[in-house]
T-cell receptor, first 115, second 116 residues
Framework: DSGVTQTPKHLITATGQRVTLRCSPRSGDLSVYWYQQSLDQGLQFLIQYYNGEERAKGNILERFSAQQFPDLHSELNLSSLELGDSALYFC??????????????FGSGTRLTVV | GDSVTQMEGPVTLSEEAFLTINCTYTATGYPSLFWYVQYPGEGLQLLLKATKADDKGSNKGFEATYRKETTSFHLEKGSVQVSDSAVYFCALSLKLFQGGSEKLVFGKGTKLTVNP
């Protein structure tokens, strides 16, 4: 157990629907990162939060949004889902937003299947 | 832009064979370098890291040396085991903005299968 908890582990939904993925970071970690892992694109950075504030956006679609709450857990909202959104979504956390000493701690991911 | 290039897999070895997975990077400045491992059905786990040139990261028999002159961070292990079968990712840390946050940029991963 890495200490980063992601729920649900699996999600199957229809095109056009909206889902919410949840992440609880490791205790004491202030930074949360979301990544999408697909076979063709590899691991793509979506968005980062640090202590409740959005710090950086990567290749995140406008249909996707995220937030980090005061208790530091984060949610990734995916709407108007398309077949191509099917992927593994990982959350990672880190004590700070400087990675040299810590890197990330990853959760086990949420596998989203859009049918 | 900053990027990581890994050797394409899959790599299949027999138990006790020598492993090398090549990783080269392109970056402005001096990033930290990482190797992560992903076992089936799990998230990525940090395997080892190096934060400056000539540093050697090591863990569980795996080693990698940060070579600035060749912009490389090749992963090696002298004698692999069946339990090492996994996907290995090379990554570098990238500054998102001056003086600010960093994120990891990953290679595409190399799948290793070790047969008994």
């Amino acid at each position: 157990d890495s200490g980063v908890t992601q729920t649900p582990k699996h999600l199957i939904t229809a095109t056009g629907q909206r889902v919410t993925l949840r992440c609880s970071p490791r205790s004491g970690d202030l930074s949360v990162y979301w990544y999408q892992q697909s076979l063709d694109q590899g691991l793509q950075f979506l968005i980062q939060y640090y202590n409740g504030e959005e710090r950086a956006k990567g290749n995140i679609l406008e249909r996707f949004s995220a937030q980090q709450f005061p208790d530091l857990h984060s949610e990734l909202n995916l709407s108007s889902l398309e077949l191509g959104d099917s992927a593994l979504y990982f959350c990672a956390s880190s004590p700070t937003d400087r990675l040299a000493n810590y890197g990330y701690t990853f959760g086990s991911g949420t596998r989203l299947t859009v049918v | 832009g900053d990027s990581v290039t890994q050797m394409e897999g899959p790599v299949t070895l027999s138990e006790e064979a020598f492993l090398t997975i090549n990783c080269t990077y392109t970056a402005t400045g001096y990033p930290s370098l990482f190797w992560y491992v992903q076992y089936p059905g799990e998230g990525l786990q940090l395997l080892l890291k190096a934060t400056k040139a000539d540093d050697k990261g090591s863990n569980k028999g795996f080693e990698a040396t940060y070579r600035k002159e060749t912009t490389s961070f090749h992963l090696e292990k002298g004698s692999v085991q069946v339990s090492d079968s996994a996907v290995y990712f090379c990554a570098l840390s990238l500054k998102l903005f001056q003086g600010g946050s960093e994120k990891l940029v990953f290679g595409k991963g190399t799948k290793l299968t070790v047969n008994p």
